[in-house]
């Protein structure tokens, strides 16, 4: 495992919840992103981690390497990858996200 990978390990293990994404939570730098944080935040999650992929490309590229996963935002929640907008959106419809987060809101 190479650096930026292990820092990508790194930061979705040792936080709950992890969005990496074009931008902050307070100033999302496209319109997926700001969505998913929108979702998190109408979940009751008033803290989640954001790395900005925009300030470093070997962040940006390895994320997805990480993942195996071809866009971002990419969502991960307790060390595992959950998805990108698309599943986010659908997860928060069905109310699965909610469950998932339910007891990392609770814990804040």
């Known amino acids: 495992m190479d650096d930026v990978q292990k820092k990508i390990h790194d930061t979705v293990t040792q936080n709950s919840v992890v969005l990496y994404m074009k931008g902050n939570a307070q100033f999302p730098q496209c319109g997926f992103s700001g969505r998913v944080v929108q979702i998190l935040k109408a979940c009751g999650l008033n803290k989640f981690v954001t790395v900005d992929v925009l300030a470093d490309e070997s962040i940006r590229q390895g ?21 990108g907008a698309d599943i986010a959106t659908e997860m928060y419809q069905a109310g699965e996200l909610q469950t998932l987060l339910e007891p990392i809101v609770k814990a804040q």
Do not use: C, I
């Not at 195996?68 to 990419?74: D, E, K, L, R, S």
């Open 63 to 83: 994320v997805k390497d990480y993942a195996q996963w071809p866009t971002v935002p990419q969502l991960y929640v307790n060390g595992e990858f959950v998805g």
